[in-house]
């Protein structure tokens, strides 16, 4: 299974006009990233064991109002200019699972 996924995993750059401002691996088609560049300001990769409790996560997803965590790094990369920023947002905005965001910046805000 995963042979397969691998062969759908590419790396896309969002620009905003010349400017290039983040890039993300994602898989062909969707609308997530797993992993990501904000140029000049700091990169994240989510990190996610399997889930236990799927429909609970679903659940929260759709009642409780979280955002699938997935979708949360591609925002904070587009939306986030600075590691404190996008730290900040990671760890305070309610997502629908438990995962590990790794993130790292290039210098001290």
Do not use: C
């Not at 609308?31 to 429909?55: C, E």
């Not at 200019?81 to 309610?94: D, H, I, Q, V, W």
């Amino acid at each position: 299974m995963w042979h397969l996924l691998s062969n759908l995993v590419v790396n896309v750059e969002y620009y905003q006009g010349q400017k290039r401002i983040f890039s993300v691996d994602t898989v062909v088609g969707s609308v997530f990233a797993l992993t990501g560049i904000r140029h000049g300001a700091f990169a994240i990769n989510v990190d996610t064991r399997k889930a236990k409790h799927f429909y609970n996560d679903l659940i929260s997803i759709m009642l409780d109002d979280g955002i699938p965590t997935v979708w949360l790094l591609r925002r904070a990369l587009a939306e986030e200019t600075t590691f404190t920023n996008a730290l900040k947002r990671l760890k305070y905005e309610k997502i629908g699972g438990p995962v590990y965001y790794i993130i790292s910046g290039i210098e001290a805000d």
